[in-house]
């Protein structure tokens, strides 16, 4: 899962962003990281009836501004469940 926003630009003058933008937009990338492992750990076990759905949460990485987006990548690894009997082949 990948979750980007736009990035605070260098202005006109070639002048980098300010500390207070530089500050906000690192704490809104570590929100939205915490919002996505929240929304993982709450959603993704009620998705397949009972039990839940099987999955393992893997790294979870701060992506560097680049091409004025930055933002988090969380890897996930979820289990999906055969077919139980498959259908047969009617032709």
Same mark, same amino acid.
């Given at each position: 899962?990948?979750?980007l926003r736009c &990035?605070?630009?260098v202005d006109e003058r070639g002048c980098p962003p300010t500390c207070d933008e530089l500050e906000?937009? &690192?704490r809104m990338v570590h929100v939205d990281a915490v919002t996505v492992y929240n929304a993982i750990q709450c959603c993704l076990p009620t998705t397949a009836g009972p039990r839940g759905r099987r999955?393992?949460?893997g790294q979870?990485?701060?992506l560097d501004p680049q091409g004025g987006c930055v933002g988090i990548e969380q890897r996930v690894i979820v289990a999906l469940p055969g077919c139980a009997p498959c259908p047969r082949d009617s032709s």
């Open positions: 899962m990948t979750l &990035a605070p630009p906000a937009a &690192a999955f393992v949460l979870q990485r701060i």
